[in-house]
């Protein structure tokens, strides 16, 4: 058995989303066991990511991915929130 990529047929082609959100109020201490994060504080993580695929040719397959992810972090007293565009590759 071999393994090979599959090309995609000229004028074919696939478009995947996807969406990942997480979210966290405790962190692991250093003994290893479960903590809370100071101040009452929630870690927050959201990604939209996307990848498609064309057929150019029957032997030649473009490909596009990217991803936009955004970070956030909150306590009591200080809140963070970043946001960014990832490259786009084809």
Not at 1 to 17: C, D, E, N, T
């Given at each position: 058995?071999?393994?090979?990529?599959?090309?995609?047929?000229?004028?074919?082609?696939?478009?995947?989303?996807g969406w990942h959100d997480y979210r966290a109020s405790e962190r692991f201490s250093l003994s290893g066991g479960r903590q809370p994060l100071p101040a009452g504080g929630v870690f927050q993580s959201r990604?939209?990511?996307?990848?498609?695929?064309?057929?150019?040719?029957?032997?030649?397959?473009?490909?596009?991915?990217?991803?936009?992810?955004?970070?956030?972090?909150?306590d009591a007293g200080y809140s963070y929130r970043a946001s960014s565009f990832s490259s786009l590759l084809w």
């Open positions: 058995m071999i393994a090979s990529p599959w090309m995609q047929k000229r004028g074919h082609g696939i478009v995947i989303f990604s939209l990511h996307l990848w498609a695929e064309a057929g150019l040719t029957n032997r030649w397959t473009g490909i596009l991915s990217g991803s936009i992810p955004s970070l956030r972090y909150s």
